[in-house]
């Protein structure tokens, strides 16, 4: 994660396992496009983790820089 905190990501990956609402900060948002169906939050304000909630699941899809995923 050159880096980056790790306590950071494994403290939003827990809540969105127990199914915590997220603080504002992360601002968590659904995504469109080509990403319909996922959503992502900013642990920073340039790291984003990339997920999706399917059914009963969550996927941890992809984590990095704005530039990193959606180029």
Known sequence: MGGKDAE???DVIR???NEEKLDERYKD???????KGCRDC???????LLYRIYENQIQFLRTGT???LFR
């Open 8 to 10: 950071k990501i494994k």
């Open 66 to 68: 704005h530039s990193d």
């Open 15 to 17: 809540k969105l396992i």
């Open 42 to 48: 900013h642990i920073e304000s340039d790291w984003i």
């Open 29 to 35: 948002h659904p995504l469109r496009g080509d990403y």
